[in-house]
């Protein structure tokens, strides 16, 4: 995902268009608020939600925004899309993986006790039968998943 190419809609066609192209002259960019919280793009992020863009979309893979600020390590998004009241912490994609899988995976410890904290199930499997602790990268995020299962 190169920044400097966005997917979008430009003079009707859709594909990748330069991102210094988007502001001005994109017709639409497929789902804004996935693009924001994968880049950590806090300001777009708070424009969606103010215009009232779903915070529980999903991309073409079925992930939320909260996947990707997960994914990407954005603690930032991930804070604000806490204050989101109708925010699904458990959606699983068309792989089965949760927010809590991507941090675990990706290893981002902070975010994976900041979605524990949140309540975010530990006992859902994705496809290849892995909770989020089968995917944890390092020992921080396994202790914390082994403690809020109660077997650490």
């Known amino acids: 995902s190169d920044t400097n190419w ?17 502001a001005e002259q994109a017709e639409s960019i497929d789902n804004p608020l996935h693009e924001a919280a994968k880049r950590g793009n806090l300001s777009w992020l708070r424009e969606c939600l103010d215009n009232r863009v779903g915070v529980n979309g999903l991309d073409k893979a079925g992930n939320t925004a909260l996947y990707w600020a ?3 390590g954005h603690k930032d998004i991930v804070d604000v899309l806490f204050t989101q009241a109708n925010l699904e912490l458990n959606q699983q994609n068309k792989l089965g993986d ?4 991507a941090a675990a995976w990706k290893g981002y ?12 199930r530990t006992d ?3 496809n290849e039968k892995k909770l989020a602790l089968d ?3 390092n020992a921080a995020c396994a202790s914390l998943l082994k403690k809020k299962q109660g077997t650490g």
């Open 6 to 22: 966005w997917k979008g809609t430009y003079k009707g066609r859709t594909g990748l268009i330069p991102s210094n192209c988007v």
């Open 124 to 126: 859902l499997k994705n």
């Open 109 to 120: 410890a902070d975010i994976v006790e900041m979605l524990l904290a949140k309540g975010a």
């Open 98 to 101: 949760t927010a809590l899988h």
């Open 135 to 137: 995917m944890a990268t």
């Open 70 to 72: 997960c994914h990407g």
